[in-house]
Nanobody
Framework: QVQLVESGGGLVQPGDSLRLSCTAS????????MGWFSRAPGKEREFVAA???????IYADSVNGRFTISRDNAKNTVYLQMNSLKPEDTAVYYC??????????????????WGQGTQVTVSA
């Protein structure tokens, strides 16, 4: 079992930046594909970004060019750098892990382990 703990959320103004962190309970981030998803009020959970075991990255169109996913294997942590934040980015952000060797998916069903989420609110 893998436990994931997100942190770094908060209340910011439009145009600001935040960096979310997701730390795993054991050696995970360099062995699994890691993803970030968001759930806005009244909406379904949506894909945001993912990084594969090999370091390939994919992004949702809505965040491409503004968000960057990365990882620090030594700290067993994956990050989501969020720049130029918009009010529509307001959501709970979840970290997820996919243990498949060639995982790098956009579908939530491909991820076996999930964190509890961290709230990001973008408001003037």
């Amino acid at each position: 079992q893998v436990q994931l703990v997100e942190s770094g959320g908060g209340l910011v103004q439009p145009g600001d930046s935040l960096r979310l962190s997701c730390t795993a309970s054991r050696r995970t981030v360099n062995l699994y594909a890691m993803g970030w998803f968001s759930r806005a009020p009244g909406k379904e959970r949506e894909f945001v970004a993912a990084i594969s075991r090999g370091g390939d990255r994919i992004y949702a169109d809505s965040v491409n060019g503004r968000f960057t996913i990365s990882r620090d294997n030594a700290k067993n942590t994956v990050y989501l750098q969020m720049n130029s934040l918009k009010p529509e980015d307001t959501a709970v952000y979840y970290c997820a892990a996919d243990p498949r060797v060639y995982g790098l998916g956009r579908a939530a069903r491909e991820y076996d382990f999930w964190g509890q989420g961290t709230q990001v609110t973008v408001s003037a």
